[in-house]
């Protein structure tokens, strides 16, 4: 937990955080449930969610070149998982701690999301 996180701004977005994590539709709800009562918590992990998620839309892309591309994305499937289970993890333990390899990216490339 970061130091500028109050208890009751991650309890207020704990639900909402850990939704993020769950499918496409479930960060789509967080998003706009953030919408409307912004919280920092739930924004830091909406933004680690969107973040795997395009990593997975990268990944299947490169599923497309023969041999090389499946073994790619086979091995980064498995990394991207492990990368889930850890936000979902950091989400549920009220932990705003970036994914491991790709998270102070994810939280650089999509500070817009506020």
């Not at 130091?3 to 955080?17: E, M, R, Y």
């Not at 539709?25 to 680690?48: C, D, M, P, T, W």
């Not at 990268?58 to 850890?86: D, E, Q, R, T, Y």
């Amino acid at each position: 937990m970061e130091p500028n996180t109050s208890h009751s701004n991650i309890a207020d977005g704990k639900s909402t955080a850990i939704i993020a994590y769950i499918t496409l539709i479930g960060l789509i709800v967080a998003f706009v449930q953030n919408s409307e009562k912004k919280n920092a918590y739930a924004n830091f992990h909406i933004r680690q969610s969107l973040g795997l998620m395009c990593t997975g839309l990268a990944l299947s892309l490169i599923n497309i070149i023969p041999l090389l591309g499946w073994i790619i994305c086979i091995v980064g499937m498995f990394v991207l998982l492990v990368l889930w289970i850890k936000g979902l993890l950091n989400a549920i333990n009220g932990k705003e701690l970036p994914v491991p390899v790709m998270g102070n990216l994810y939280d650089k490339w999509f500070s817009g999301i506020q």
